[in-house]
């Protein structure tokens, strides 16, 4: 499934161009490549951030603060590359699905705590509205990168095209 865009021509221009899917997939990639980067050697206070939220059993968190680094930097690698890009638009989506629940979990019971997004120090972020529609428009990129058809400058296209000779 593809995107079409039956009313305005200019925005289905832009929406479809090639350069426009490169920023859009660049963009999420370094989001989370930024994200992973930051956490993948701080699983300890990243753990105790997810414990903050009060959502998940206690025992289940220790596994959560150490996957969801590598979940980030293996979904921003595939971005970068163009390589599974829809798969990785997928988890993208996700990925901030569920960041986008779980702070709004927290707001709504009135739990004050870094986001943990970017950084796990506790002087960081604290979750608020600012965070959630951030989030959302990442989403939106992800949901984005899911429809629109294969462009140049990714490693899918180019195998889309050696399969189809």
Known sequence: MTLSFRGSRIASRILLHPIALVVARLTLAAVLLYAGIHKVSHTGELARIIYGYRLLH?????????????????????????????????????????FILAAGLAMARGIDIPCGCFSVAATSERIGWGLIVRDVVFALL????????????????????????
Request: net charge neutral; proline share 5%; hydrophobic share 55%.
């Open 58 to 98: 206690p025992e289940l968190v220790n596994l959560v603060a150490m996957t969801l680094p590598w979940i980030e930097l293996l979904t921003g690698a595939t971005l970068l590359l163009g390589l599974l890009r829809r798969s990785g638009a997928v988890v993208a989506c996700a990925l901030f699905g569920v």
């Open 142 to 165: 992800g949901a984005y990168l899911i429809f629109v058809p294969l462009r140049f400058a990714e490693i899918d296209s180019l195998l889309d095209r050696s399969s189809s000779r």
